[in-house]
């Protein structure tokens, strides 16, 4: 599985932005597209992901709210749109994938075998 990562930038606080993830090379339906976000010094945390076969999506409750997930027709392009922006936002967002990801690891990092470069998100206040 291939990842791609792009559409990170400068915002103002209260501004948006939109990420996306392309990816290819899934061999089945039962797969999970995830972003994280890493900042400055700190662990990878978990952010939004979205799950194939059925369409779900989970998100980190600091972005409840503010943060949506959307694919393309064929699911294999995720998008993330970032509204309501605040500083503590920054950070490069990363985007992951894998098969059979169950729900409980889903904020899991070591639960990702894939992974796309990341894409620094820069909010000032």
């Known amino acids: 599985v291939q990842l791609q990562a792009s559409g990170g930038g400068l915002a103002q606080a209260g501004g948006s932005l939109r990420l996306t993830c392309a990816s290819s090379?899934?061999?089945?339906?039962?797969?999970?597209m995830a972003w994280f976000r890493q900042a400055p010094g700190k662990e990878r945390e978990f952010v939004a992901a979205?799950?194939?076969?059925?369409?779900?999506?989970y998100y980190e409750d600091s972005v409840k709210g503010r943060f949506t997930i959307s694919t393309d027709n064929a699911k294999t392009t995720m998008y993330l749109q970032m509204s309501s922006l605040k500083p503590e936002d920054t950070a490069v967002y990363y985007c992951?994938?894998?098969?059979?990801?169950?729900?409980?690891?889903?904020?899991?990092?070591?639960?990702?075998?894939?992974w796309g470069q990341g894409t620094q998100v820069t909010v000032s206040s």
């Open positions: 090379g899934h061999t089945s339906y039962n797969y999970v």
């Open positions: 979205f799950r194939r076969s059925g369409g779900y999506t």
């Open positions: 992951a994938s894998d098969r059979g990801v169950i729900l409980s690891n889903i904020r899991n990092t070591r639960a990702y075998d894939y």
